[in-house]
């Protein structure tokens, strides 16, 4: 079925219709303050924690949750970003697209990654970034922070911060955005 979902997604021209919010922009913002909580109790600090954004969801929700660690703990953390399109396992099936640049602030040896994304699916692309992190140095431990968790693993990849926990049928897509968590739809633009 993730191989359906490839072949209705852009670039192939597939258009996302919401069908209904499952969060407003107020519960978002909880949940990006909850999630710092639990990032800093976790780490007994901000010590050494550094921030990744996977491209393209996951750089905003990355950047809510560095203002969130900066007013609770008054530390600036450091924010990265990574695409990992030419990490993917899926190269050969489907064009390979990055979107955008990667930039890692510093080594990242010795440190706390929290792999931050919107939305938790299949688990490929956290895979993907998992082998990416590499290029940059061994870090002491690698966690992953997502808005929503929709289920449907293919691979033995578990978040340890998690926004929403959302079960969805394979066919249905998620979108967040600064307003919000919508559920809805992918449609084909070819088939309308």
């Given at each position: ?101 990667t930039d890692i602030p510093a080594e990242l040896s010795g440190t706390h990654v929290v792999l931050v994304d919107d939305v938790l ?72």
């Amino acid at each position: 079925m993730a191989e359906r979902e490839r072949r209705i997604t852009p670039p192939y021209g597939g258009v996302f219709v919401a069908r209904k919010r499952v969060m407003d922009a107020d519960a978002v913002r909880r949940a990006v303050t909850r999630i710092a909580h639990e990032i800093i109790e976790r780490n007994a600090g901000l010590e050494d924690v550094v921030l990744v954004g996977l491209q393209t969801g996951g750089v905003p929700l990355s950047r809510a949750l560095a203002e969130a660690l900066s007013s609770i703990e008054g530390v600036t953390v450091p924010v990265g970003t990574l695409d990992v399109a030419f990490y993917r396992d899926d190269i050969g099936l489907r064009p390979v697209m990055p979107e955008a640049v990667t930039d890692i602030p510093a080594e990242l040896s010795g440190t706390h990654v929290v792999l931050v994304d919107d939305v938790l699916f299949t688990g490929r692309t956290i895979r993907a970034a998992l082998d990416a992190l590499t290029d940059f140095g061994r870090p002491r431990t690698v966690q992953l922070a997502v808005m929503v968790d929709r289920g449907h693993r293919e691979l033995p990849i578990r978040p340890d911060y998690v926004g929403k926990n959302l079960p969805t049928r394979r066919d249905e897509a998620v979108d967040v955005h600064e307003d919000g968590v919508d559920l809805g739809d992918m449609i084909n633009e070819r088939a309308r």
